[in-house]
């Protein structure tokens, strides 16, 4: 098993490509609810069967041989597995891995669940809860009735069982509940919750086919923007636990991107046995099959062959891209994510779908105060 990890890995790096480092490994396509923007579009739990469970220990037992970091266990709903929490436990076990991320929509935290949860000592885990406002209406707007009650009280349990700062709490932008970013982030940080991280909508799975969401509008970013630097409250709350693409992005706007896409440090293993380069590039053309039935050496030694175009298309599409050619945040930007541009227009090659709103955040003037210099523009930016 050595040698083969060794030659793997040596295929890998020949080709010009980085090692897996952040694996997401879906453990079921089922889900508790039926959410109008879902990327991976997860089916009602009831009729949908779990990734096996003796299938997944041993997927996650190879990451930690390859040298992967982290390992997020994600869905559909995660805690709708029946041994969701036999497969966390294990993967925390593992030699090698440093982190563990449970993703969940929160909605089925309960006191068991929050023991169980608790009773973990690998101090690795993290917890990545997701809510879509500050109020019912909003987040129950795109996860359904009720829904934001049982969610924030699943936050609460976690933040009086000592599980606060271990909880990440992810946000998707969109036009509905955009300005509601610093109510939330109010609220987050008196219950306790370690961090917020927003990401726009992406216009792909069931948000594609809907007329009811849409992403952020230019005006509402530079609306934070001039939020952030004249509120000192929210500029204060938003250092110690906000991650806001739009206030990213602003930080970096004047200095190149350190590097290209990462791609498959960061694959993404479906329920149905498929791996992709990235979360983002579940593209059919870059799926490498049977990771489920066959070891996952062998799988990545077969997908090196067509995953290793990547990295050279995406320095393509940061020089050809038609519409970067005059923008003021081409060099930070240089197209955007490959990814999301394919998820929006089918391919790769056009700019991503938060375009525009790049370009309102690295066009922004500073009406009146200079954006501080704690945020040094020459860390690394998140995006």
């Not at 779908?353 to 945020?375: A, G």
Request: aromatic content about 6%.
């Amino acid at each position: 098993m050595e040698r083969k990890v060794t030659e793997a890995l040596d295929s890998i790096a020949r080709a010009g490509l980085r090692s897996p480092k952040i694996v997401t490994l879906m453990i079921t396509n089922g889900c508790n609810l039926s959410c109008l923007h879902c990327w991976p579009e997860s089916r009602p739990c009831d009729t949908t069967l779990p990734v096996p469970t003796d299938t997944l220990k041993r997927v996650i037992g190879e990451c930690a041989l390859l040298g992967v970091e982290e390992v997020c266990l994600t869905g559909g709903e995660p805690l709708t597995h029946p041994d969701w929490f036999e497969i966390l436990s294990f993967a925390c076990r593992q030699p090698g891995l440093k982190r563990v991320r449970l993703q969940t929509n929160a909605t089925l935290l309960t006191e068991v669940e929050v023991r169980a949860l608790r009773s973990v000592s690998f101090m690795g885990l993290s917890i990545q809860a997701s809510l879509e406002g500050a109020t019912p209406e909003t987040h129950d707007r795109v996860r359904g009735p009720g829904n934001f009650e049982r969610a924030f009280q699943g936050l609460k349990l976690l933040a009086e069982a000592g599980l606060g700062k271990q909880t990440q709490v992810e946000f998707t932008e969109m036009e509905h509940n955009f300005m509601e970013l610093p109510r939330l982030l109010e609220l987050l940080d008196k219950l306790g919750i370690g961090s917020l991280v927003s990401g726009t909508l992406v216009l792909g799975g069931r948000a594609a086919r809907t007329d009811q969401l849409g992403p952020p509008t230019p005006s509402q970013y530079r609306e934070l923007l001039d939020l952030y630097h004249s509120d000192p409250q929210f500029r204060s709350r938003y250092k110690k636990l906000g991650n806001i693409a739009a206030l990213e992005w602003l930080r970096g706007r004047s200095y190149p991107a350190s590097e290209c896409c990462i791609c498959i440090e960061t694959p993404y293993i479906s329920a149905d046995g498929k791996m992709y380069p990235c979360l983002m590039l579940p593209i059919e053309k870059y799926a490498a099959d049977g990771v489920h039935n066959r070891p996952l050496d062998e799988v990545l030694m077969e997908a090196v062959s067509f995953w290793a175009e990547l990295p050279a298309l995406n320095r393509r599409r940061s020089v050809e891209l038609a519409p970067c050619k005059k923008c003021p945040g081409r060099l930070h930007c240089a197209g955007g994510c490959m990814g999301r541009a394919y998820a929006a227009t089918g391919d790769p090659m056009n700019v991503e779908d938060r375009c525009v709103l790049r370009k309102s955040v690295y066009s922004w003037k500073v009406s009146s105060t200079p954006i501080h210099k704690e945020n040094d523009p020459s860390s690394p930016t998140r995006t």
